[in-house]
């Protein structure tokens, strides 16, 4: 049965900790829901209400542009091993990117990687937890690598230009304001 919570408690850090996989949900007002699997070691409790993540150079910046427009998001965590669970958090995030001050507060909690592109925040409002019965038992083999290596060959100049041509909008035309306010 679901469970609500007003924070991430010790034992849901945990279970967050473990998960090699996460998702991210944003919505603008009218347009595309986007919901997206997140992997690597990018992820971080700061503390019982604020988490963040190091995003990673995409196809696009959909997450960037709902957040600029109304800051709901919905994190998922799913547990894939013999012990089930769901966990929900609910909030409001915000970017973070390079050029701007608390830039450098937030990175220095993750791995320098290739393509990072700017870190999203988010202000935990509730937290549920689900059963996860129905969900199938997989087993992690590993990360893959080929977002990284793209990137990597791709070197900053050749990020940036990527950026240029399909990061700057959202797919419904909303800003991302990646490489200006």
């Known amino acids: 049965m679901a469970k609500f919570y007003n924070e991430i408690n010790q034992s849901l850090q945990n279970f967050i900790k473990k998960q090699k996989i996460f998702f991210t949900a944003t919505a603008p007002t009218q347009g595309r829901i986007n919901l997206s699997p997140k992997g690597i070691d990018t992820f971080r409790c700061i503390d019982s209400k604020t988490v963040a993540y190091l995003d990673l150079t995409g196809s696009g910046n959909e997450t960037s542009a709902h957040l600029e427009e109304n800051g709901r998001m919905t994190i998922m965590f799913c547990s894939f091993s013999e012990e ?4 929900r958090l609910y909030g409001q995030g915000k970017v973070i990117r390079p050029r701007e001050q608390q830039w450098q507060e937030f990175y220095s ?7 990072e592109r700017q870190i999203i925040i988010l202000e935990v409002e509730s937290v549920q937890t689900s059963c996860g019965f129905g969900v199938p038992i997989y087993e992690f083999q590993t ?6 290596q793209w990137a990597d060959n791709k070197g900053q100049e050749g990020i940036y230009e990527y950026w240029q041509g399909k990061n700057l909008q959202s797919i419904d035309g909303l800003p991302t304001k990646l490489l200006s306010d």
Do not use: D, H
């Open 84 to 87: 089930p669970l769901i966990l």
């Open 109 to 115: 909690l993750f791995a320098s990687v290739p393509g």
């Open 143 to 148: 990360q893959r690598k080929t977002l990284l």
